[in-house]
């Protein structure tokens, strides 16, 4: 009998620390983190605000670099790997979306969704061609040749989540992505990352609104640059966590 190997994780965070430097002297932020991920999953970064997150997702995104510690990505010591082969892992397995949504203003939106190919020497009807069908696909193609403003807030994160998909990315980083957002609008971009997570494409997504939380199948709690909570979500519920204690 032959046994298949198992893959390495997507994510694999062994003893992570993150110091600032600051005038005063570094300012330790992440301390002691361990966190593995793997291919598939759905998974909601949490915690107040200051706890450390959007560091640790810079990191993941290998956009800034632990102070010690071990972080490899799809199998590869990041901490091994020169400028361009970070920018190269980051530009084929990573899509990025943020709380802002950080489209170009003076471009149109397919143009947005088609920037990230301009490095990859993709011909433009290639790019246009990708970028109208990942346009179609987040339910905007009529406004492909739109300027950001003219549509809703919603709408631009809709955007944002086509140009992060553009180069078919197995990892979907996104930093609080509902938190400029109402309520029922960031019920339909969570669908949208739902149905994105079914179709195979693994997700770490930060919030500290446990309703959104709901949407991720594993809940991972930071507090003061540690983990303190890492549960299946059915396991993390916020309703029962501030429940007082029932006595029969
Ligand atoms: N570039 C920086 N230099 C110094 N301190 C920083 C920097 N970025 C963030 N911090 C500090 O690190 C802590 C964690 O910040 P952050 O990761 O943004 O937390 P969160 O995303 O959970 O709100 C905060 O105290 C913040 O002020
Ligand atoms: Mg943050």
Redesign the pocket.
């Given at each position: 009998m032959t046994t298949l190997p198992i893959p390495a994780p997507v994510i694999e965070i062994l003893g992570l620390y993150k110091d600032?430097?600051?005038p005063a002297g570094p300012?330790p932020?992440l301390k002691d983190v361990n966190l593995a991920i793997h291919a598939g999953e759905f998974v909601a970064i949490m915690?107040?605000?200051?706890?450390?997150?959007?560091?640790?997702?810079?990191i993941l995104g290998c956009l800034d670099r632990p102070t010690s510690g071990a972080y490899a990505l799809e199998g590869q010591d990041v901490a091994q790997m020169d400028k361009d082969a970070t920018a190269r892992l980051r530009g084929q397995a990573l899509g990025f979306v943020f709380q802002g949504f950080n489209l170009l203003p003076r471009m149109s939106l397919e143009d947005n969704v088609a920037l990230p190919l301009v490095y990859c020497d993709t011909p433009k009807e290639e790019r246009r061609r990708r970028a109208r069908a990942l346009l179609a696909k987040v339910g905007l193609e009529q406004y492909a040749t739109t300027l950001p403003n003219r549509i809703s807030g919603g709408q631009q994160q809709r955007v944002a989540i086509a140009r992060a998909l553009i180069n078919t990315p197995r990892l979907i980083l996104a930093?609080?992505p509902t938190g400029n957002l109402d309520s029922h609008t960031s019920e339909e971009i969570m669908e949208l990352f739902s149905a994105l997570n079914r179709e195979g494409i693994t997700i770490v997504l930060?919030t500290h609104e446990p309703d959104i939380a709901l949407y991720a199948h594993r809940q991972v709690r930071?507090l003061d640059?540690r983990i303190v909570h890492d549960a299946p979500t059915h396991e993390s519920g916020h309703v029962l966590s501030t429940q007082p204690e029932v006595t029969c």
């Amino acid at each position: 009998m032959t046994t298949l190997p198992i893959p390495a994780p997507v994510i694999e965070i062994l003893g992570l620390y993150k110091d600032y430097q600051t005038p005063a002297g570094p300012f330790p932020v992440l301390k002691d983190v361990n966190l593995a991920i793997h291919a598939g999953e759905f998974v909601a970064i949490m915690g107040p605000s200051g706890s450390g997150k959007s560091t640790f997702m810079n990191i993941l995104g290998c956009l800034d670099r632990p102070t010690s510690g071990a972080y490899a990505l799809e199998g590869q010591d990041v901490a091994q790997m020169d400028k361009d082969a970070t920018a190269r892992l980051r530009g084929q397995a990573l899509g990025f979306v943020f709380q802002g949504f950080n489209l170009l203003p003076r471009m149109s939106l397919e143009d947005n969704v088609a920037l990230p190919l301009v490095y990859c020497d993709t011909p433009k009807e290639e790019r246009r061609r990708r970028a109208r069908a990942l346009l179609a696909k987040v339910g905007l193609e009529q406004y492909a040749t739109t300027l950001p403003n003219r549509i809703s807030g919603g709408q631009q994160q809709r955007v944002a989540i086509a140009r992060a998909l553009i180069n078919t990315p197995r990892l979907i980083l996104a930093d609080e992505p509902t938190g400029n957002l109402d309520s029922h609008t960031s019920e339909e971009i969570m669908e949208l990352f739902s149905a994105l997570n079914r179709e195979g494409i693994t997700i770490v997504l930060v919030t500290h609104e446990p309703d959104i939380a709901l949407y991720a199948h594993r809940q991972v709690r930071f507090l003061d640059g540690r983990i303190v909570h890492d549960a299946p979500t059915h396991e993390s519920g916020h309703v029962l966590s501030t429940q007082p204690e029932v006595t029969c």
